[in-house]
């Protein structure tokens, strides 16, 4: 049995020329990137290119890109960042209720200090509305930050007009991009957010890396201190074969990125469309303002985590938003903020995909799942299949 | 083995009783066979006893049915929309139970249903206390009817 992996927005499968692009500098290209000496120089060189390879892939400049070990250092970063660094200014946050825990979490862990946050709602299929947005914000805002596509619907927000009610005002943006990186096109040149989150593990890069963006001039008070490592911005010797294995999952990303709209969408439609097929499916998100590789859907009278193992006994892996699956009895926090009843949200799964999955890989799910839901839904008390 | 001997290659303990905990499954074995081939599923029309119970927080959902012989439990069945340990103990309590004195079959608590099938996980006793709380009140309906 081949494994099928479809929970690419976990994490994704380390491509063999990033391992290869790694494995020097465990070994001979061992030096510290601070030391002046050519041990340390050869590895501070290997460290700028890869910021280099990240800043071509998001059109920015390389001196905007501060690394860090991943997505949620970066999160934690950007907002306590501004808000520390702004807190004389005002007070005030605005953030949605679907965003990433490292961002929720963030805020809460604000709100305890005094700072106000502002948790905007959303649609039913996950989009904020920016008048809505602009309503909220007060002389006190200081940031607004909007991830780009949900980790779990995938939907994605309208960022560009985000932007442009946040500069209006002259109040700083940052987005969670973590879905986003190499999947569809970011260019920082018209793309308006102030700061972004990456991380380098979910498109094919290693794990414990990530980077931030931050905009030329923009100010931000550093989380993590006790060096000059990334213009001290952030300090702590720099990871540099994961830095290195990020910056050739960004060259690879970038090379792969028109596979992005083609394959992987193609793959994500189609196993969309067939799986929209069972009776008593729905898709959660948006239909059409979607990261391509995301695909979440729940089917009634099913439950999340039987659907989950059942799919893994048979090799093929995805997660799933229901409660009791992930360590605490809630169920998801996203799911809930569209609306969805408690029931709806029970048995949803999410499929997330890579320019690695196959037409394979989806044949597989589309035949075994039916047979999944089916015998669940013979357990139930409540479902009758007229 | 004293570690000592284990030599210089070995890792060293606390680590290799990491290494050993994170390779458990997630669910037992056993556990995953009732759940993959739950028994006694179904309704049982002539019940002298039935119960659904549904927890709150998560969105399980339990029935339960018994058909009593004398002071004994003669048959059970149940349908379940929950997470696998729920189908699981399910499946486990109505087999269990089966052809047992009403008085042994009220001595099923959840803690004994949370160990029975491998230790569950905290977050996972849910399912011990929905199961034994919706089969104790199958019984409870029998005795009142």
């Known amino acids: 049995m081949t494994p099928v992996y479809l929970d690419n927005s976990a994490t994704t499968p380390v491509d063999p020329h990033v391992l290869e692009a790694m494995l020097p500098f465990f070994t001979e290209i061992f030096g510290n990137a601070s030391s002046i000496h050519t041990f340390g120089q050869r590895a501070r060189a290997a460290v700028e290119e890869a910021r280099e390879r990240l800043a071509i892939l998001i059109g920015a400049s390389a001196k905007e890109i501060i690394f860090t070990s991943g997505g949620t250092e970066s999160d934690n970063t950007a907002v306590r960042g501004v808000a520390y660094q702004l807190r004389g200014k005002g007070q005030h946050i605005i953030t949605t209720r679907i965003e990433h825990p490292a961002i929720l979490s963030t805020c809460k862990a604000l709100e305890e200090e005094g700072f106000r946050v502002t948790y905007l709602p959303v649609d039913s299929t996950g989009l904020v509305d920016p008048r809505k947005l602009a309503d909220e914000i007060t002389p006190q805002t200081i940031l607004i930050t909007v991830m780009h596509a949900n980790n779990e619907i995938g939907t994605l927000q309208p960022l560009a007009e985000i932007c442009a009610v946040a500069h209006e005002r002259g109040i700083l943006v940052h987005s969670d991009c973590v879905q986003t990186l190499g999947k569809i096109p970011i260019d920082m040149k018209t793309f308006a957010v102030d700061l972004a989150s990456f991380s380098g593990h979910k498109l094919h890069g290693p794990k414990g890396v990530g980077a931030l963006y931050v905009r030329k001039q923009v100010q931000f008070k550093p989380l993590v201190v006790g060096g000059s490592h990334e213009r001290k911005r952030r300090a702590g010797t720099e990871n540099v074969p994961g830095i290195v294995g990020f910056g050739k999952a960004a060259e690879l990303g970038l090379e792969h990125l028109p596979e992005m709209e083609t394959h992987v969408k193609g793959l994500r439609d189609r196993l969309q469309r067939d799986l929209l097929q069972i009776p008593g499916t729905t898709l959660n998100g948006h239909p059409e303002f979607r990261a391509p590789h995301i695909c979440n859907l729940s089917f009634d009278h099913t439950e999340g985590e039987g659907l989950l193992i059942s799919l893994d006994l048979e090799g093929i892996a995805v997660s799933t938003g229901a409660a009791c699956s992930s360590g605490s009895l809630e169920p998801s926090h996203v799911l809930i903020a569209l609306g969805r009843d408690k029931h709806h949200v029970h048995g949803s799964l999410r499929f997330s995909l890579s320019r690695m999955n196959t037409e394979q890989d989806v044949d597989r799910a589309v035949e075994v799942l039916p047979q999944i839901v089916e015998r669940m839904r013979s357990l139930s008390p409540s479902y009758s299949a007229d | ?145």
């Not at chain 2, 739950?38 to 049915?65: H, K, S």
């Not at chain 2, 608590?109 to 089969?135: D, F």
Request: charged residues 25%.
């Open chain 2, 1 to 145: 083995m004293d570690s000592e001997d284990c030599g210089k290659n070995a890792l060293p303990e606390p680590f290799v009783f990491r290494r050993l905990m994170d390779s458990e499954p997630y669910y037992s074995d056993k556990l995953l066979d009732h759940y993959q081939n739950p028994r006694n599923v179904g309704v049982l029309p002539e019940a002298d006893g039935e119960a659904q119970r549904e927890n709150q927080v998560c969105g399980d959902v339990l029935q339960m049915f018994v058909k009593l012989h004398g002071d004994t439990v003669k048959e059970i069945r149940f349908k379940a929309e929950g997470c696998i340990p729920t189908i699981a103990l399910a499946s486990y309590a109505t087999e269990w139970a089966t052809g047992k004195k009403i008085g042994e079959v009220r001595k099923l608590s959840p803690a004994i249903l949370s160990a029975v099938l491998g230790e569950l996980p905290q977050h996972k006793l849910h399912a011990a206390l929905l199961v034994a709380e919706t089969l104790q009140a199958a019984l409870a309906d029998s005795a009142d009817s």
